[in-house]
């Protein structure tokens, strides 16, 4: 008598040898490609740092703690003057010059803390340094223009003479600045520019001594008693 319990059994395990078969050749998922014709990517690597191709993020222009996002606070504000928008002027450059002297700042801290220990970095820090503190000036000047613009010499004059004591008024910016306050009146001497600009008046020479050459004596002979 057949065993119709035996040969459901048997039916069920040779359906499912062929497929228990067929999963043992197949490699490792993690072997697997889902797309054979695309490579599969690398590991990412870490970007070179010393190439000055590879931007980083203080870099760019959208950051504000840098240099060229100071600079495009000052493009932005020089528009808004050249359109008579002078409120967005002067906030656009109130923020520049706040970025510049902390650049600055930090620079010179930067500069301070690896002098006598990498005269390279230092010396790279000092320079940054001078330039932010240059456009730090930059847009103090150019905020002092626009407050006159808005006819608030008042405003103008201390942030002038800031200009005037950073730059030292033989430079060129410094020079603009003090023309800026002759214009509005707070000085009353106009500077040329040149170190020592009032000649010292010259002084009548003295009549020299003449000098008077000893003569020699004539030496005096004494006379002699005739002979008798």
């Known amino acids: 008598m057949v065993n119709f319990a035996s040969i459901s059994r ?44 590879n931007l980083r993020p203080l870099t760019q222009n959208n950051s504000i703690l840098s240099q060229q996002g100071g600079k495009r606070l000052m493009t932005e504000a020089l528009n808004a003057a050249s359109s008579r928008n002078y409120a967005v002027a002067v906030k656009k450059l109130q923020d520049a010059r706040q970025v510049f002297n902390q650049l600055s700042n930090f620079y010179q801290q930067l500069n301070t803390s690896f002098s006598a220990i990498d005269n390279r970095i230092a010396d790279s820090q000092r320079r940054k340094a001078v330039e932010a503190a240059d456009m730090r000036d930059q847009a103090t000047y150019q905020l002092a223009l626009v407050h006159r613009a808005q006819n608030q010499s008042e405003l103008a004059v201390p942030l002038l003479i800031q200009v005037i004591r950073s730059q030292n008024p033989t430079r060129d910016l410094g020079k603009k600045a003090y023309q800026q306050l002759f214009e509005v009146g707070f000085v009353d001497a106009p500077f040329s520019g040149a170190v020592g600009s009032q000649p010292t008046p010259p002084t009548t020479p003295r009549t020299p001594t003449p000098q008077i050459t000893p003569t020699t004596p004539t030496p005096q002979t004494t006379p002699t008693t005739p002979k008798k």
């Open 10 to 53: 048997l039916s069920t395990y040779i359906v499912a040898l062929p497929l228990s078969f067929t999963l043992t050749l197949l490699p490792p998922a993690q072997a697997q490609n889902p797309n054979p014709g695309q490579a599969v990517d690398a590991e990412p690597t870490q970007p070179d740092l010393s190439d000055p191709n």
